[in-house]
């Protein structure tokens, strides 16, 4: 169901109705849900059910293997089966999708995430992706297929053949992380290739925040010569937001999910949500009862506004899209940093083309250092970018110049923050 056709609708009521029918539907056969589940009549019965983490479905599937006991239908009723990245550390988790929630994902590409960054059947798209097991982009190239787009793979090439690609093939579309956006034009670049002058005039991003970090975005829209959309989505959830055309953060899809936010500071052992505000957000998906996630805590940052938005859209809005992982906030001599904010800064210099930040405790003291890949090497970057660092956030960040290329690429979800052992 579009925006378009629920604008005039009730959110709440469309929701309630289909959280009502799914949980009827769960209740009789699953049975990892049989047990924290009770029938919801009405929004206080909803709030009243446990919040779930991934440890618990992480434990639940090691203990049940291959796929846990989080399934409502017989296992023949399913379809297809993609994983988590791993990204985050531990055991992936992994999911099963039915025909019918599968055609569910690729319709929330097709007629929200595609729709609101004006793609239509007249696109060509590329996937800079590998397509293994991981979810990534599959569901979006099967939502292009629905589209009726032309769907070109890039999966099993090298960077150096994706730019090829690109120039041969003259896709409109280029779909990637942002940091495997910037490692193509990076690429590019040391081919002699300006992806500025290519036939790309879109690019759409996933698994990190970098599409709404406003200095990521226009270095990607410098890079590429293009507009720059943001996607927001999990493996075990779906597709769950999209940028609008405001462009100052990504549109929650509340006609298939509800969304509430754990407020920063607050105890989670509390059930207590708000419908807005900035902290962890909880999700439950309302078109995929075949696996199911309720009260779903993601560990991502975000600050949901209520806001009326220019584009006219009636779902909620996270500000600045996912700001990061709750987990990965820092604190630096009392300042508490999140990885999305010092990737503001750094972004922001044409010079920098890599960075990880390294954490690690002492005496129970967070030590912070910043490692910097510039283009020319030089530490004249590197200075300024700590006196920048100390006029944003009022704390001086140790950073260190490292040569260029020693700090790995990713092509799927960038790692910038380094935990080490003390």
């Not at 590197?382 to 950073?399: K, N, P, T, Y």
Request: net charge negative.
């Amino acid at each position: 169901m579009s925006a378009d056709t629920i604008a005039q609708a009730n959110v709440k009521s469309i929701q309630l109705e289909k959280l009502q029918a799914g949980v009827e539907e769960v209740l009789a056969s699953n049975a990892f849900y049989q047990s924290r589940l009770h029938k919801v009549d009405t929004w206080s019965d909803f709030f009243d059910l446990p919040f779930l983490t991934k440890a618990e479905l992480v434990e639940d599937q090691k203990n049940n293997l291959p796929f846990g006991t989080n399934l409502t239908y017989p296992l023949g009723d399913y379809v297809r089966l993609h994983q988590t990245s791993g990204s985050s550390g531990g055991r992936p988790l992994r999911w099963l999708d039915t025909a019918r929630s599968w055609l569910w994902w690729t319709g929330l590409w097709a007629n929200h995430v595609y729709k609101a960054a004006g793609i239509t059947s007249e696109d060509r798209i590329f996937f800079a992706f590998s397509f293994g097991p991981f979810v990534g982009f599959w569901s979006a190239y099967a939502g292009a297929e629905r589209l009726g787009a032309m769907v070109i793979p890039g999966g099993s090439m090298s960077s150096e053949q994706r730019v090829l690609a690109i120039r041969d093939l003259e896709p409109t579309v280029l779909c990637s992380t942002p940091t495997y956006a910037l490692r193509l034009g990076e690429v590019a670049n040391e081919m002699g290739i300006d992806l500025s002058k290519s036939s790309i005039r879109k690019t759409l991003h996933a698994g990190e925040p970098g599409a709404s970090i406003p200095a990521t975005k226009r270095s990607i829209e410098t890079m590429y010569g293009a507009q720059v959309y943001d996607h927001t989505g999990m493996t075990e959830l779906g597709p769950t937001g999209f940028t609008c055309s405001a462009g100052d953060g990504v549109h929650f899809i509340e006609s298939e999910f509800i969304f509430e936010v754990i407020p920063l500071g607050s105890d989670p052992e509390s059930n207590i949500t708000q419908s807005e505000g900035k902290g962890e957000l909880v999700v439950t998906n309302l078109g995929r009862f075949c696996s199911p996630l309720i009260r779903y805590r993601t560990g991502d940052l975000v600050d949901l506004s209520r806001e009326p938005c220019s584009c006219g859209s009636p779902f909620v809005k996270s500000l600045g899209g996912i700001q990061g992982r709750v987990d990965d906030m820092f604190t630096v001599r009392g300042i508490n940093l999140y990885p999305s904010q010092v990737e503001e800064v750094l972004m922001r210099y044409s010079e920098i083309v890599n960075f990880q930040i390294r954490h690690q405790k002492v005496r129970q003291m967070d030590e912070v250092a910043l490692l910097i890949e510039t283009r020319d090497g030089t530490e004249e970057v590197v200075e300024r970018v700590v006196l920048d660092l100390r006029h944003s956030f009022g704390v001086r960040i140790d950073c260190k110049s490292v040569p260029i290329g020693s700090l790995p690429r990713e092509e799927m979800k960038a790692k910038r923050v380094v935990h080490v052992e003390g």
